[in-house]
């Protein structure tokens, strides 16, 4: 019964979830009148429908409505059936409805463990836990009818072929965060069913100009090929991928006109790992150093691929362990740096300090040259190409969070500026500054985006996200800074174990089955074992203090610089 999936068929908008004792049935209700979806409640297997299957009128079964099927995951004895119960409608993505995902759950397909072993049941139920933090898994966005996982200029250049194709055929594997989740569905060819899904953020608004109204929005997608959490991810793995990898794409559309600037963050592309340890900031280690130049190499080669020439902008501090790591970092980059490919090193801390963020305007007249010779995506009225991007800014600090966030926020306000005086709405000297409205807009677009990649990263939002959103270093922001900042050590000690194992489940880094030790990679044992609330507290209490000191720096600086 398969083939009655159409691979050309749109995808459902709205469905009806019926769970009855041997199964669940997603019913098509947006009008489509396809095909029933049943998954069996014992293994998982996957069949087409065409008639609900018949009521028990003493057990009527519970019915509720649905927004998408993020796909199945099996684990040693039974499957699990994960679905969009609720979504919010966030705006728009080249004239496309986006979806924010508001609610998710998890329906159980495990009634074969009832003949399962004790100690089969025992780890099943150790892993279908983690699958209760999955549930609550910030920052997932979806369209019906445009692929999210791209750019607006690899949308473009899509041949007419590829756009014919079904959404998760068109898109880029490593921002399709439900990738492997689907793999079950994509085997049954259920393309109607198949919802890609990305995780980052989306945020957008309108200001006026004069006359003129201007619409930018700023997408997120994360990386799935090393997705995980603060501590428990950093550097590159052997194929050279890097974790908090995040492409950030900022789109104007003013009279017709569609700019579109892509910029990208991600971990210093090294083996090296932080090994949580109860201290505020565990020691960076350095793993297997003679392959530093070979593990760069491979992360910048497939960057030049896909995005054309690359400045790789580094923020980490010249002393002390990132002192360190960065100077392994240069070392790395003088073999493999070439006319399409440049090392930039800012000491960010050291020039900016806690408040002169001001200052990054030294880093700008460093770098306008390459953005003015790889520029921007410009489409014109008739959607036609005047202007294409050649190459990405690439940065990095040691979260590739605050500071990072900082930094392309000011690179992105300098090309929106120069968009605009490209299709004369600003004056040579006209600033986005010139324009309150405009400003605050932007300030706020930014910094709610730097908070969303560092909630699902960090646990916590940006720190300096103050600077971003209001345009300097204010006391309240610093202090929150140092609340957030020891937030973030009690999650990396106590929370951020757990949540990786989640993640790892969810993107197929940890696959379950019954021939392996039957060990989840990280136990509920040692660190978060011991979290309770009257520690919790002690942290933040001595968060205070840091925030203490954190001020009277602050204060410090400000009046020597």
């Given at each position: 019964m398969m083939e009655k999936a159409d691979s050309g068929q749109k995808l459902y908008t709205r469905m009806r979830l019926w769970e009855f004792p041997d199964q669940y049935v997603i019913e098509p209700t947006d009008g489509s009148h396809g095909s029933s979806l049943a998954v069996s409640r014992v293994d998982g297997s996957m069949q087409l429908i065409d008639k609900l299957p018949d009521s028990n009128s003493v057990r009527v079964p519970k019915i509720r409505t649905i927004f998408g099927v993020v796909g199945i995951l099996k684990l040693l004895a039974g499957s699990?059936?994960?679905?969009?119960?609720?979504?919010?409608?966030?705006?728009?993505y080249l004239?496309?409805?986006?979806?924010?995902?508001?609610?998710?759950?998890?329906?159980?397909c495990d009634h074969s463990l009832k003949n399962s072993p004790?100690?089969?049941?025992?780890?099943?139920?150790?892993f279908s836990g983690l699958l209760n933090i999955a549930e609550r898994t910030p920052g997932l966005y979806f369209s019906y009818e445009t692929n999210l996982t791209l750019s607006a200029q690899r949308l473009h250049d899509l041949g007419d072929e590829s756009k014919l194709l079904p959404l998760w055929?068109?898109?880029?594997?490593?921002?399709?965060?439900?990738?492997?989740?689907?793999?079950?569905?994509?085997?049954?060819?259920?393309?109607?069913?198949?919802?890609?899904?990305?995780?980052?953020?989306?945020?957008h608004f309108q200001a006026a100009i004069g006359k003129d109204i201007i619409d930018v929005t700023l997408i997120a997608r994360r990386c799935t090929r090393r997705n995980g959490t603060r501590m428990w991810r950093r550097g590159a793995d052997s194929d050279g991928y890097v974790a908090n990898f995040v492409e950030t794409e900022q789109i104007m559309h003013l009279n017709g006109f569609t700019a579109s600037f892509v910029q990208v963050r991600g971990s210093i592309p090294l083996l090296w790992e932080q090994i949580v340890d109860l201290t505020y900031k565990p020691k960076f280690e350095l793993v297997r150093l003679e392959e530093?130049?070979?593990?760069?190499?491979?992360?910048?080669?497939?960057?030049?691929?896909?995005?054309?020439?690359?400045?790789?902008?580094?923020?980490?501090?010249?002393?002390?362990?990132?002192?360190?790591?960065?100077?392994?970092?240069?070392?790395?980059?003088?073999?493999?740096?070439?006319?399409?490919?440049?090392?930039?090193?800012?000491?960010?801390?050291?020039?900016?300090?806690?408040?002169?963020?001001?200052?990054?305007?030294?880093?700008?007249?460093?770098?306008?040259?390459?953005?003015?010779?790889?520029?921007?995506?410009?489409?014109?009225?008739?959607?036609?190409?005047?202007?294409?991007?050649?190459?990405?800014?690439?940065?990095?600090?040691?979260?590739?969070?605050?500071?990072?966030?900082?930094?392309?926020?000011?690179?992105?306000?300098n090309m929106l500026e120069g968009q605009?005086?490209?299709?004369?709405?600003?004056?040579?000297?006209?600033?986005?500054?010139?324009?309150?409205?405009?400003?605050?807009?932007?300030?706020?677009?930014?910094?709610?985006?730097?908070?969303?990649?560092?909630?699902?990263?960090?646990?916590?939002?940006?720190?300096?996200?103050?600077?971003?959103?209001?345009?300097?270093?204010?006391?309240?922001?610093?202090?929150?800074?140092?609340?957030?900042?020891?937030?973030?050590?009690?999650?990396?000690?106590?929370?951020?174990?757990?949540?990786?194992?989640?993640?790892?489940?969810?993107?197929?880094?940890?696959?379950?089955?019954?021939s392996r030790d039957m060990t989840p990679s990280s136990q509920k044992g040692g660190l978060e074992a011991v979290a309770s609330f009257p520690l919790a507290l002690s942290f933040v209490l001595t968060g205070f203090f840091f925030a203490t000191l954190s001020l009277r720096q602050g204060k410090y600086q400000q009046f020597i610089l």
């Open positions: 699990y059936l994960m679905v969009i119960t609720d979504r919010e409608c966030v705006g728009s004239g496309h409805p986006i979806f924010k995902v508001s609610s998710l759950k998890v329906f159980p004790t100690e089969q049941k025992k780890m099943e139920t150790e055929r068109q898109a880029e594997p490593r921002f399709l965060w439900n990738n492997y989740m689907l793999e079950g569905l994509i085997d049954s060819k259920l393309d109607p069913y198949l919802l890609p899904i990305v995780q980052g953020s989306f945020h530093s130049p070979r593990v760069a190499e491979r992360h910048f080669l497939d960057l030049r691929k896909k995005y054309g020439a690359v400045l790789a902008i580094d923020l980490v501090n010249t002393h002390g362990g990132e002192g360190r790591l960065s100077e392994k970092f240069a070392n790395a980059m003088q073999h493999i740096v070439s006319d399409d490919l440049r090392y930039w090193h800012f000491d960010f801390h050291h020039i900016c300090g806690h408040v002169h963020f001001e200052r990054l305007s030294i880093l700008y007249e460093q770098i306008v040259d390459f953005l003015d010779r790889n520029g921007y995506l410009l489409l014109n009225e008739k959607g036609e190409k005047m202007k294409e991007q050649l190459g990405v800014v690439r940065t990095n600090c040691i979260d590739c969070l605050d500071r990072t966030n900082v930094t392309q926020s000011m690179i992105a306000r605009l005086r490209r299709l004369g709405i600003f004056a040579a000297e006209e600033t986005i500054s010139s324009h309150p409205n405009l400003d605050e807009c932007f300030k706020i677009l930014w910094a709610n985006h730097g908070d969303d990649i560092s909630i699902q990263y960090s646990g916590t939002a940006a720190l300096k996200g103050d600077f971003v959103r209001c345009g300097k270093r204010t006391m309240q922001g610093i202090a929150k800074d140092g609340i957030n900042a020891l937030l973030r050590y009690y999650f990396n000690n106590f929370v951020d174990g757990t949540k990786q194992d989640a993640i790892d489940l969810l993107q197929g880094h940890y696959i379950v089955s019954v």
